[in-house]
């Protein structure tokens, strides 16, 4: 046996992969509505990033001759009040929406995280302090709270992705100091302590591995929601300027031309909101029994 | 119904009994809808129960036997279901009645009490009420005088000061009176067949004797029938009239307690009987015989225990809890006198001294609460305790606080054997990689001088499989998740784990409990070889006797934080001085020898 110790190596660190593979496919072939939001995510994905190179026509350049005009062969979702094709705003609008999104779910992920991993596995006083700091957040109707950071921070995209961060940290902290908590005393936290793992070691190695599955979960579900929030902010008039495309600010300006007929400037933006909400709202569901090795049989 | 009963069963059931049996089960096949398609749990199962007798299925786990009684309750899984065979239950066919009528059946003409009686209560009502809608449903009692019924059915179940018990919420009580309430619940409305499945399996064994007495004399006094699902032929021989053994879905031996045990037929029946921990035996013993004598005997010869310096010496050790509002209140009841308000600590550990020498196997063996394994932790240095000595090698641990541990030279030393193999062994890391977490973290100068620099960590997987290759762990089952593999095997991870360091004290923490019978002799014996292989010490942390005695050359009895008795495993087992030692020895059921 001693004679090829190498021969499993090799086996072991491919067929890591290809397990993963074929385990993704089972869930997806198992629930056919994973299979629809990883499908919807691909569409986003790609409109996100070769969207602005495909698109028939600049989404800034405006044309006041062709104002206003319903969806047509030339322009399939119509134009808006200076002409702009709502199309190519609506996929160019993609990539910006999407970076918010992940850049501020990425954010608040590894900050809530961390924090609450911190309170679950240590407890005391650092449980405490952050407890109390999301009794804080918590305290603010979460909307007007994103509205003040944004005010008072300056009204630009950076501060839209740390303000959705802020207002979604409870959220990652309440799950993970749970999860953490739980796991506290488990017998192979126990066990890597016996082998000589100081506390944070254990954290990063024990405890962050087991609780991935649920954030993964809570991830999917708050990225639909920062979606909402940008846009929401935009709608409202903070952080992304005209003319950017964006999806919130195409929809507050088409907003004013529903009364007087023109429903499309309005309803192609709010529809591909839509589309983005809920393919990560169904891709939550099917990630987690993706990521979860206990499912694997 | 009478047409296709074998005679053998015929046999067995009470002669007087002309009307039939109360529950019969011809050729029940059950099948699994799994991701790997259809899979048998039941095949061809046949058994018959007449009135006021009890049945004992006796098998491991996966061999079918509480899916065989799930199925007469008709409470499978959704996934689950019955391929073939009829299931009849006093002249009712249960395979193909209605939910309707089954749950009319269920709770008033059959019940069944579940493993973990805590799980089976409502946590947040007061157990009196939860009896009383037991009997309001099922029209036992009216609105008026429902506590008085309750009252009586407590009385029933030997709970002691009913009245205050009445308003008691689950988590104030023992295991053993959760139980106790689950089987009143069970009993309220006097069904004709109780089906219990594994009952008292994490219960001590005093309470197991006391809550199996109370299940036989109140189903006998009522002429019930009894299924007794366990996996302990002790316990099958000690309570049951007719024994079933299950294997792998099948009934492989179906006789009356009294010949099972004497003159079993099937091998697999004789496999398990010697697999049982009994009185008069030693650890090869427990393998079949074919087993036994194939495996190169480990050195007969008894390990050089020196008397000179004592391994691990531990003095006057006490750990105090603070003792919070809620369980004091709870022992005020249960003591009966009141607390000192002034008494604000609880002492788990009462000032206990012992030694394990160089090379020695020692026994912790007491009840849950007893402060065993409060004990074994503070000596792993996991946790601090309130005052003592514990002196390691010279060295005295104890001072060192259990958080700076882990960085202490002396860690890779003292290592631990858990006692659930499943929630000590990571979900996320696969066996090889769980196996060499010690090596990665502490082994780094061992694995350097004996294979040269682990860079590339080859020379550490070499050592890996090393390790699986001493605790008998088939190499190509190292890339698998805990998850899949089998008990044994993950109890076989959890040893190669603590044992890769080499440390010269291992404590072992109830390292069988949660394995089958087969298992835990593989287990044993598999420990017991190591330990000379390596010249380990044990400190072997458990409840149960018998199994003790097959691996320590000395026992420690603790109660209640103190020691009570200490001495030679023969002598504790043979000549018990004092009286706890005598009951709890009493209290273990084994198959008649």
Known sequence: ?297 | MHGVVDPATVALAPAEEARGPLLNVRDLTVEFATRRGLVRAVEKVNLTLAKGETLGIVGESGSGKSVTSYTVMRILDRAGHIAEGAITFSGIDVAHASEREMRDLRGREMSMIFQNPRAALNPIRKVGHQIGDVLLQHVQAQPGNVKEKVIDVLNQVRIARPEERYHAYPFELSGGMCQRIVIALALACRPQLLIADEPTTGLDVTTQKAVMELVTELTRARGMSTILITHDLGLAATYCDTVMVMEKGKVVETAPAEQIFRNPQHAYTRKLMRATPRPGITLKDLLPEAEAEAGAAPPVAPMVVSDAVPLLKVEALVKEYPRQGAPSAFLAKFTGKAVDPKDATFRAVDGISFEVKKGESVGLVGESGCGKSTTSTIVMRLIDSTSGRITFDGQDIGAIPAREFAHHPLRRRIQMVFQDPTESLNPRYTAARAIADPLLRMGGKDIKGTFGGFGGGSALEDKVEELARMVGLPADLLDRFPHQLSGGQKARVGIARAIALKPDLVILDEPTAALDVSVQAVVLNLLEELKHTLGMSYLFVSHDLHVVRLLCDRVIVMRQGRVVEEGTSEQVLEAPKDAYTRELIAAIPHPPV
């Open chain 1, 1 to 297: 046996m001693t004679a090829v110790p190498s021969a499993p190596a090799r086996r072991r660190s491919s067929g890591g992969l290809m397990a993963t593979l074929k385990h993704a496919h089972y869930v997806i072939s198992d629930n056919p509505v994973t299979g629809l939001a990883f499908f919807m995510l691909l569409v986003l994905v790609l409109a996100a990033l070769v969207g602005p190179f495909l698109v028939p026509y600049d989404p800034l350049a405006s044309n006041t001759m062709a104002a206003l005009q319903p969806p047509s062969a030339a322009h399939w979702f119509g134009t808006d009040q200076l002409g702009r094709d709502i199309l190519s705003r609506v996929v160019v609008a993609t990539r910006l929406d999407l970076a918010i999104a992940v850049f501020s779910v990425a954010l608040v992920f590894a900050a809530g995280g961390i924090a609450g991993i911190a309170a679950g596995f240590f407890g005391g006083w650092t449980d405490r302090i952050v407890g109390r700091i999301c009794d804080t957040i918590m305290a603010f109707p979460l909307f007007v709270l994103a509205m003040g950071i944004v005010a008072a921070l300056g009204n630009t995209v950076t501060n839209i992705v740390i303000a959705t961060a802020i207002i979604n940290f409870p959220l990652y902290a309440r799950v993970a100091r749970s999860e953490a908590a739980i796991r506290r005393q488990a017998g192979f936290v126990q066990a890597a302590r016996l082998t000589g793992n100081s506390e944070w070691r254990i954290v990063l190695t024990q405890i962050l591995p087991n609780i991935l599955p649920i954030m993964m979960v809570q991830m999917s579900l708050t990225m639909g929601y920062a979606i909402l929030n940008a846009a929401g902010l935009s709608f409202i008039g903070l952080g992304v300027r005209p003319p950017t495309s964006e999806w919130g600010i195409m929809v507050a300006e088409g907003a004013t031309f529903i009364v007087s007929g023109e429903w499309w400037i309005a309803l192609f933006p709010g529809l591909a909101l839509m589309f983005a909400v809920f393919c990560f709202n169904l891709l939550g569901d099917g990630l987690r029994d993706i990521v979860d090795p206990q499912r694997r049989t």
